[in-house]
């Protein structure tokens, strides 16, 4: 494939929109306490819930096992996810019902996303498809 124009190359892109959520945590943020082992299990059947409806395209922890990064501009959150929605209102509506955040536990931030390339790509297009 070298040697291809810009023009070329875009239109071999997956070029998928989909919706990226940066989660941080706030001061009440502790995953040790009981309410905190019950937000955490909440949270994870929440994105379960979203992988079987089939909009979730990926989800994690940022910096696993490591402190949140406090001052870095790029990645200051702990976790991520990936999914879509029709519009910027149906994500941000979908993210505040995340349990921690719906608890003050977490806060986050949504930024639209548009996947160019990768293996996932056949998996974002259906879902971008049912979702977007």
Excluded: Q
């Excluded at 519009?87 to 505040?96: D, F, N, Q």
């Amino acid at each position: 494939m070298s040697g291809l124009s810009l023009v070329e190359l875009y239109a071999v892109a997956t070029r998928v929109p989909l919706f990226a959520v940066f989660m941080r945590p706030t001061d009440h943020y502790d995953p040790e306490t009981d309410e905190g082992r019950e937000l955490m299990r909440a949270h994870l059947e929440w994105l379960l819930e979203m992988e079987i409806e089939g909009r979730l395209f990926a989800a994690g922890p940022l910096d696993y096992g490591r402190p949140p990064r406090t001052g870095d501009p790029i990645v200051n959150a702990t976790g991520m996810y990936l999914f879509a929605a029709a519009s910027g209102a149906e994500a941000a509506a979908i993210a505040a019902r995340e349990p921690f955040a719906v608890a003050g536990w977490r806060t986050w931030s949504l930024c639209p996303w548009l996947l160019n390339e990768g293996a996932g790509a056949d998996t974002a297009r259906r879902i971008a498809k049912d979702f977007g």
